[in-house]
């Protein structure tokens, strides 16, 4: 992992949506890409904000007073503590950046929790 | 700055290259844009990796050991206490993420050392 990173590449490495995988690491952070599609589960993250980038696609971020679109080039963090739902109609590619323990569904937990493989 | 961020409309709001500003906070980090063009100088981070990622143009980031060239859509993590120095062609633009206390030109100082605004 010391050299450059090759987003498209790593994209097309990832088989369902939602299965996160870590590209890369600054400091005590991981750089995550994962594809989405559908809908997630409402989660959120008490100890941590989120850093969403979107690359290709256009993701939903649901908050619960509001729904923050976000296309390529374009970014929004998620506040830590805020309760967010992210959905996608189309397949949408998307990197994250957040603590190397940050847990994907957060407090929710359940069968949607995967620990990303570094790829 | 609790909305999403449009790279493209941060970049033109930034005058000349190496004027970094701030777009926006995860946690105890900034994400930072930035246009390159020309050489930038010699330095390096003692306590923290840097991400560099590219959203146009093409970003040689010198190392001492070699040059890694890096396009849109791809990203490189500079370790902490490695020396670099960016240079572009042509007009590069950047989203760099790192700590909040980091300064532009490291342990090197000097004249292009800027405290970068918020926009």
């Given at each position: 992992?010391?050299?450059?990173?090759?987003?498209?590449?790593?994209?097309?490495?990832?088989?369902?949506?939602?299965?996160?995988?870590?590209?890369?690491?600054?400091?005590?952070?991981?750089?995550?890409?994962?594809?989405?599609?559908?809908?997630?589960?409402?989660?959120?993250?008490?100890?941590?904000?989120?850093?969403?980038?979107?690359?290709?696609?256009?993701l939903?971020?649901?908050?619960?007073?509001?729904?923050?679109?976000v296309?390529?080039?374009?970014?929004?963090?998620?506040?830590?503590?805020?309760?967010?739902?992210?959905?996608?109609?189309?397949?949408?590619?998307?990197?994250?950046?957040?603590?190397?323990?940050?847990?994907?569904?957060?407090?929710?937990?359940?069968?949607?929790?995967?620990?990303?493989?570094?790829?």
């Open positions: 992992m010391d050299d450059k990173i090759n987003l498209s590449e790593k994209f097309s490495l990832l088989p369902d949506a939602y299965q996160p995988a870590i590209v890369g690491y600054m400091n005590d952070y991981k750089l995550v890409v994962v594809k989405t599609q559908g809908e997630f589960v409402w989660h959120k993250h008490d100890e941590t904000d989120e850093l969403f980038i979107v690359v290709k696609g256009e939903t971020i649901q908050l619960r007073d509001r729904d923050v679109v296309g390529p080039g374009e970014l929004f963090v998620v506040p830590k503590g805020v309760e967010h739902c992210p959905k996608a109609d189309e397949e949408t590619h998307i990197l994250l950046i957040e603590p190397r323990d940050t847990v994907n569904t957060g407090d929710a937990g359940g069968d949607r929790t995967v620990v990303p493989v570094e790829i």
